[in-house]
Antibody
Framework: EVQLVESGGGLVQPGGSLKLSCAAS????????MHWVRQASGKGLEWVGR??????????AYAASVKGRFTISRDDSKNTAYLQMNSLKTEDTAVYYC????????????WGQGTMVTVSS | DIQLTQSPSFLSASVGDRVTITCRAS??????LAWYQQKPGKAPKLLIY???TLQSGVPSRFSGSGSGTEFTLTISSLQPEDFATYYC????????FGGGTKVEIK
């Protein structure tokens, strides 16, 4: 079965750190770019960032709102992508999804179930 | 950056209605546009990619059209399970998503 499963969400204080994981199965993870998308309660989808495959030099890109604070990485041997979040702010509170484009169709065909991150004192 | 503007942002319709949602890109994106459906508490679901290609398993009442800067998602006969929020998305540049269109029951 093709799937993505996120984990690692929780409650963290402002200024704190959290690392999310996204475990993939059922498709060629090593060849796929992996993206993170978040959604605050009642709001729209916000792209967070992505990491490309080894063939594309593991290139990363980030939204301006998280650049310098968040880092995306991957471990192809574990079929897992990560989102390291530092210097967290209350406005980072959201459900975080990992997603990918397995068909190379410029569209996200596989999504995880999401993991909730709450930044609050 | 390429901005996507969806209209309307909110739509009230009845079962059986024909519904059209528009997505306008600030620059031409050829046919690199996708549409998603999202229900409360769930991850988005891909409906259409490459502007008009129906994702496997998606009912044929959904269709997409357009190229360049103007795109539409049409639901030919709205069903009860179609009440949801719809997003357009492009991957030519970031940020990729439109602001969303919430389709509610009239």
């Amino acid at each position: 079965e093709v799937q993505l499963v996120e984990s690692g969400g929780g409650l963290v204080q402002p200024g704190g750190s959290l690392k999310l994981s996204c475990a993939a199965s059922g498709f060629t993870f090593s060849g796929s770019a992996m993206h993170w998308v978040r959604q605050a309660s009642g709001k729209g989808l916000e792209w967070v960032g992505r990491i490309r495959s080894k063939a594309n030099s593991y290139a990363t890109a980030y939204a301006a709102s998280v650049k310098g604070r968040f880092t995306i990485s991957r471990d192809d041997s574990k079929n897992t992508a990560y989102l390291q979040m530092n210097s967290l702010k209350t406005e980072d509170t959201a459900v975080y999804y990992c997603t990918t484009d397995t068909a190379m169709a410029y569209a996200f065909d596989i999504w995880g179930q999401g993991t909730m991150v709450t930044v609050s004192s | 950056d390429i901005q996507l503007t969806q209209s309307p942002s909110f739509l009230s319709a009845s079962v059986g209605d024909r519904v059209t949602i528009t997505c306008r890109a600030s620059q031409g994106i050829s046919s690199y546009l996708a549409w998603y459906q999202q229900k409360p508490g769930k991850a988005p679901k891909l409906l259409i990619y490459a502007a008009s290609t129906l994702q496997s398993g998606v009912p044929s009442r959904f269709s997409g059209s357009g190229s360049g800067t103007e795109f539409t998602l049409t639901i030919s006969s709205l069903q009860p399970e179609d009440f949801a929020t719809y997003y357009c998305q492009q991957l030519n540049s970031y940020p990729p998503f439109g602001g969303g269109t919430k389709v509610e029951i009239k």
